[in-house]
């Protein structure tokens, strides 16, 4: 169960990238998709750009400067059934150490062997009290308990206690409800309150309930928490976490239990806490051992280095999955690489990765992608050639719009230099152009309304942006845009009506994991 439960949450998320911004800042202009705004300690909200087309299985680039780790791959290993796959998905390379206890393990008596605490990972949840839902505690401060009770939102205590109610409390977006139920599913391992340091069995599904709790933490800025919670982790190469290492219960089954992108989402944890150099170390070392396994593949050698014959499909598939996992670990050191800024870095993982490209589309974005780094950096120049670089890639596709038509994106990257430029009424001609094509795009819209700030239409902008969360609730209600549209009312005057009107809709239409300070209520709750 744990093996289909990974991508399954892995894609939940992989819906709602995220970025910092600053208002006053150019990241202001980026484009937002989905997006979540992290606690108010935070400097600033988060925004998004999906800027990949739907049908590229690589992910996300945003392209603001606080990209999340939640990020979703589809792994070309879904596909796959069987030992084959699992031997795929699950393959690792072990430190020495850590191959001489595996071996013990495996060699030994079932209680003869029992190696040193310190080689052991002893994870143990460190939160006292569940988290609660923010948005029914403001609207009971500002409107009463009666209109509270109106709020639906489920709880921890309303789904099944397993992985399938976790999985709902998801889909719903009440992630704090999800963060309670991890912490009582870890309960049941032996893994809850008060049993960091102790000794502990591990599973697959042990470890992708720690992945799942890590991700919704991150996902809802609780990053001191996190870090707590992570530090027994940490290199993820402990022998417990390793098959072989429970012979009596796996025979002969080799690999690790821990999914792949929970060591990208651990790799990259420190960036959060602003300790860039940590979260490059640990991203390269993941990236060394994955050139390790593609070397193997390609000398003839199974993953993890063993003479296991492979069919020619199955080494080929296999060096499919790590050359995409390869993709992953440069795309989280790019995302590492511009929360510190560290410009020159970036572009360099950015160029390697178009190079190695074979896709066409992948290639125009990363191109794309690579512009808005360019804007990031205030080199108009250099933005313009990548985007036309992007242009020149962009294929007619049956029953699309001719190459020699702007699609959405090539009008967006044009309207991104405009604002650069601070020609803001031919941005927002461009911004609007991308509407005609897909009208119920946030990004766009979000675009349109900043330009129109920028131009002097204050009343304007509010409309456009009001329109759109009262018309697309299920799509508009995102911390950014809110935080935009507050923003926007405190410049006329504080609007406290339509604020409330705001978090109205928000009760209405948004679970637990929305952050209510993007509202700018002045309350005892947010003070």
């Not at 013990?104 to 460190?126: C, R």
Request: with cysteine.
């Amino acid at each position: 169960n744990a093996k289909k439960s990974e991508p399954v949450v892995c894609k939940i998320f992989s819906q709602e990238p995220s970025t910092k911004y600053q208002p006053n800042d150019k990241t202001f202009f980026d484009i937002i998709s989905s997006q979540e705004q992290n606690n108010s300690t935070d400097e600033g909200s988060k925004s998004s750009g999906s800027i990949l087309p739907d049908n590229t299985n690589i992910f996300d680039i945003n392209e603001g400067p606080y990209p999340s780790p939640l990020q979703g791959f589809e792994d070309v290993s879904d596909a796959m059934n069987g030992a084959d796959s699992d031997r795929t998905r699950e393959a690792w390379i072990p430190s020495e150490k850590t191959r001489r206890d595996l071996i013990m393990a495996a060699t030994s008596s079932q209680t003869s062997f029992t190696p040193d605490k310190d080689n052991l990972t002893m994870p143990g949840v460190i939160m006292e009290e569940e988290m609660v839902d923010g948005v029914t505690q403001l609207v009971k401060q500002l409107f009463g308990e009666a209109e509270a009770s109106h709020r639906r939102v489920l709880s921890a205590n309303d789904v099944s206690q397993d992985e399938r109610g976790l999985r709902e409390l998801i889909q719903a977006e009440c992630y704090r409800a999800a963060v309670n139920l991890t912490g009582r599913l870890l309960t049941i391992f032996g893994q809850g309150l008060g049993r960091q340091g102790q000794p502990t069995r591990h599973s697959p599904h042990s470890v992708q309930l720690w992945f799942t709790r890590f991700c919704l933490l991150v996902k809802l800025g609780a990053l001191q928490i996190v870090e707590s919670e992570a530090s027994v982790w940490w290199d993820l190469d402990k022998p417990d976490l390793y098959y072989q290492f429970y012979p009596e219960l796996y025979g002969g089954k080799l690999g690790t239990m821990v999914p792949f992108q929970m060591r990208i989402l651990l790799g990259t944890l420190p960036a959060y806490l602003k300790n860039y150099t940590i979260a490059l170390e640990r991203l390269y070392s993941v990236l060394a051992t994955v050139h390790k396994i593609l070397h193997n593949l390609e000398s003839g050698k199974s993953e993890d280095g063993s003479l296991i014959e492979l069919s020619i499909r199955d080494r080929e598939i296999s060096r499919q999955v790590w050359s995409s996992r390869e993709a992953r670990v440069q795309h989280a050191i790019i995302n590492v690489a511009l929360m510190s800024k560290n410009y020159v870095l970036a572009i360099e993982i950015f160029q390697k990765l178009i190079e190695k490209n074979p896709s066409t589309n992948q290639k125009r974005a990363l191109q794309s992608a690579l512009g808005r780094v360019f804007l990031q950096m205030g080199d108009i120049m250099n933005a313009e050639k990548c985007f036309s670089k992007a242009k020149q890639l962009k294929r007619s596709k049956t029953g699309t719009l001719s190459s020699s038509t702007a699609d959405i994106r090539e009008l967006v990257d044009r309207g991104l230099v405009l604002v650069a430029q601070n020609k803001f009424e031919d941005a927002y001609e461009h911004f609007q152009k991308a509407s005609l094509i897909e009208p119920t795009n946030v990004m766009v819209l979000n675009n349109m309304a900043v330009c129109l700030l920028y131009t002097g239409k204050l009343k304007e902008a509010l409309n456009l942006l009001s329109s759109t969360v009262h018309s697309h609730p299920t799509l508009a209600l995102q911390e950014p845009v809110l935080l935009n549209i507050c923003t926007l009312f405190e410049l006329g005057s504080s609007h406290m009506a339509q604020k409330e009107d705001l978090l109205r809709l928000v009760a209405k239409y948004r679970g637990d994991s929305f952050n209510v300070s993007c509202l700018k209520l002045s309350t005892k709750l947010n003070s």
